[in-house]
């Protein structure tokens, strides 16, 4: 069976990734329809060795597809996903808008896949924070094994998290500062180039930022409302691919080596551990991979059953556009959608 997949806002970073992971993956699609606002209406995009032309969101009818995979922001999806859902078709969303939703489900296949059957009460699941993703896929086996009480993560984002004006910001900052100059500033409340930033998101009252906030109720709501979370979000000068320090406190002893073989198992990571200089995954080695890298596992001496571990993944592809395609594929093996257009 194969399906038409509309892929919304296919023009920006996330969706650039969603076509090619598409591909990648060899998704069973029959169509791929691209859209994006009108003024992209007829630009060009890739998809394996085909070119598509971009439709105009505003004008399409959703009927035509069995699933979407919205990209472009909780504005455009706020119109269009519920219309698209009306209309039969299956929308996964990676927008914030739906995440806390009670009746969505919000999803990372490696970590909670049973609860996706609930999408049929809105047609919706949503995807998470790209730094929630990465985290939680690294945490649940370390869950099931030791339960978790506490986690403390300090996370070190890319600028691609923040979209294309913000990489093309941090490019030409950088530039700047080797040709003497102006630095200009547009995107972030503080130069990015040769700098990093304690700031992503909106400040709320208690000093919290927006985006701390998210990766805590979504770790709540994926893995275990009952860890308690604290969470500290940094924009840092790299282009693509996030990084965390996580601290674990256990509610039991849970050594090293169990953790490592615990998540040497856990699907969608790859421990690269080595105690030696370079033994150890960067953002910039994790770009175009699929896998959540989980290095510098080591104990906490500091509390009775804690571990710190460092955890990369690329935040464009498990942050955002695989695990959306991921979501899809779920739903054809749990066999809860089938093609209504194909």
Request: proline share 4%; net charge negative.
């Amino acid at each position: 069976m194969s399906y038409v997949v509309a892929v919304v806002g296919a023009t920006g970073n996330v969706g650039r990734e969603l076509l090619n992971i598409l591909d990648e993956r060899k998704f069973p699609v029959s169509r791929v329809d691209v859209l994006a606002s009108r003024r992209s209406q007829g630009r060009e995009v890739s998809f394996g060795n085909k070119t598509l032309k971009v439709q105009a969101l505003e004008l399409y009818d959703f009927a035509q597809a069995d699933i979407a995979l919205f990209a472009c922001g909780s504005a455009a999806t706020t119109t269009y996903a519920p219309k698209a859902a009306k209309a039969g078709c299956v929308v996964i969303d990676n927008s914030s808008l739906y995440r806390m939703e009670d009746d969505v489900p919000l999803i990372v296949p490696e970590v909670n896949p049973g609860d996706i059957a609930d999408y049929s009460k809105r047609n919706i699941i949503a995807n998470p924070n790209c730094s929630t993703a990465q985290l939680v896929v690294a945490l649940k086996p370390l869950h099931d094994i030791g339960v978790i009480r506490r986690v403390t993560c300090s996370t070190y984002q890319s600028v691609s998290g923040a979209g294309n004006d913000a990489m093309d910001e941090l490019f030409t900052q950088t530039r700047a500062v080797f040709v003497n100059d102006e630095l200009k500033r547009e995107n972030f409340t503080k130069q990015i180039a040769f700098n990093v930033i304690p700031h992503i998101g909106d400040f709320n009252k208690d000093g919290t930022t927006t985006e701390e906030q998210k990766m805590i109720d979504e770790t709540h709501k994926m893995l275990d409302p009952n860890i308690a979370v604290s969470v500290t979000c940094v924009r840092v000068p790299v282009f693509v691919g996030h990084s965390e320090a996580v601290n674990i406190e256990f509610a039991k002893p849970v050594s090293v080596a169990e953790a490592r073989a615990a998540l040497e198992k856990a699907p969608g990571v790859l421990v690269v551990d080595r105690r030696e200089d370079g033994g150890y995954v960067s953002p910039i080695e994790c770009v175009g991979e699929y896998e959540t890298f989980v290095s510098r596992i080591r104990e906490d001496a500091s509390l009775e059953h804690g571990l710190n571990m460092w955890v990369v993944s690329d935040n464009l592809r498990k942050g955002a556009a695989l695990n959306a395609v991921q979501i899809a594929e779920l739903l054809i093996e749990k066999q809860l959608t089938k093609s209504r257009v194909a």
